[in-house]
Structure formats: structure tokens, C-alpha cells
T-cell receptor, first 116, second 115 residues
């Protein structure tokens, strides 16, 4: 079945440091890939997405490129801020189940803490 | 635009009581998902609906859990009787589920504590 593997956290960085959170996936067909962010006490919010190979999703300074050859979708940001402290989830929509909806398969999440 | 609306935001109740969680999806979305999040198990899909019809409830942990979607703008998740191990944050999400490139939009969740 489909699966998403994220790097283990927590990750602690100083403000203005470079961020990479690794994400690799296993899926049949051509999944769409997503990064979600969850701030403390809130629900998951879509951060960015990419729907086909070599697409780059970007938002709020974060970027991720859909790499089909390495089945990866690593999240990067050049200079993190304290306000980026949150849990980040990599996810994909896999093959159509035939039941009218695509489901999301999530990674376990990576907690990021940014210190001043 | 209004997002996914869940109520209540917090619920504290005693073991054995019935608990009902409510969700209003984004207007126009045809798929609705219920998730549970805990530290131990992470994010788990409990059940999802497409066009108000339950499609897959294999994630529902026990018969104590039930979910309904009587119309396109409302869904409930009920636990009866509740147990302490049901304590978790429950999220509802909606999407244009028929398209693989459409993301799910999450509510802010209901934090449930069973004493």
C-alpha cells in the first residue's frame, strides 16, 4: 500500500537557519504530494502541494520539489523564524479507490522548534 | 470564506457518557473525513463520506463509535459509551474528493477528555 516516511523529530534550529525536512514515499501510479503544517492547538493547514513530477510547490518561503526518480518531496526553507515552530506533515493522495474519493496518506509528522 | 467548522472545541466528560462531535464542511465539498490524533498513534483516519454516503469505516476502532452525514452540510461522530482511551483530538476535514490534486481542509478539532 501507499506510505510516507518522514525524518524523525524533533528538529531544533536557531532563527535564520536553513531547514530541510526529508520526505520519501511509496505509491502506485502518480500521486499528488502535500505538506501540511500544524501549529499548537490548531488543525492541519495546507502549506504547499505538487501534483506531477518536477513540480515545485512553494508558500511562505517554504519549497518542495516532486522528485519521481527518488520518490521524494523534501521540505526546505532558507531562513526559519520562531513563528515557523510547528509540526510538519508530508502526505500523498494515492491511487483512486473507485469509491468516489481520494484519501490522504500521512507521514508521522516532524516537530520543528525554532529558537531566537 | 468559512472553513471547516467543528464543535465543541473542548469536551470533558465522564466515562460511560455519550459524546457527540459535530462538523460542518466547506460548502461545495463532496467528501468528508473524520480523523483522530494522539501522541501514541499520530493521525488516524476513522471514516470518510463521499456525497453523504459512508465509504470506508475500517478505521473506526469499535462499535462504540458511529458517524452520520444526514446532509451535505453536517456530520456527527458519536461515541457511546465513552472510555478514557478515547481521549484525543478529533478532526474533521473536507475536500473535493473526486480529484486527486485537491487538498483536504481541516477544522480546528475537538479536544476530548474522558475522565
Amino acid at each position: 500500500g501507499d506510505s510516507v516516511t518522514q525524518m524523525e523529530g524533533p528538529v531544533t534550529l536557531s532563527e535564520e537557519a536553513f531547514l530541510t525536512i526529508n520526505c520519501t514515499y511509496t505509491a502506485t501510479g502518480y500521486p499528488s504530494l502535500f505538506w501540511y503544517v500544524q501549529y499548537p492547538g490548531e488543525g492541519l493547514q495546507l502549506l504547499l502541494k505538487a501534483t506531477k513530477a518536477d513540480d515545485k510547490g512553494s508558500n511562505k518561503g517554504f519549497e518542495a520539489t516532486y522528485r519521481k526518480e527518488t520518490t521524494s518531496f523534501h521540505l526546505e526553507k532558507g531562513s526559519v523564524q520562531v513563528s515557523d515552530s510547528a509540526v510538519y506533515f508530508c502526505a500523498l493522495t494515492g491511487a483512486y479507490s473507485g469509491a468516489g474519493s481520494y484519501q490522504l496518506t500521512f507521514g508521522k509528522g516532524t516537530k520543528l522548534s525554532v529558537i531566537p | 470564506d468559512a472553513g471547516v467548522i467543528q464543535s465543541p472545541r473542548h469536551e470533558v466528560t465522564e466515562m460511560g457518557q455519550e459524546v457527540t462531535l459535530r462538523c460542518k464542511p466547506i460548502s461545495g465539498h463532496n467528501s468528508l473525513f473524520w480523523y483522530r490524533q494522539t501522541m501514541m498513534r499520530g493521525l488516524e483516519l476513522l471514516i470518510y463520506f463521499n456525497n453523504n454516503v459512508p465509504i470506508d469505516d475500517s478505521g473506526m476502532p469499535e462499535d462504540r463509535f458511529s458517524a452520520k452525514m444526514p446532509n451535505a452540510s453536517f456530520s456527527t461522530l458519536k461515541i457511546q459509551p465513552s472510555e478514557p482511551r478515547d481521549s484525543a483530538v478529533y478532526f474533521c476535514a473536507s475536500s473535493l474528493g473526486s480529484y486527486s490534486n485537491q487538498p483536504q481542509h481541516f477544522g480546528d478539532g475537538t479536544r476530548l477528555s474522558i475522565l
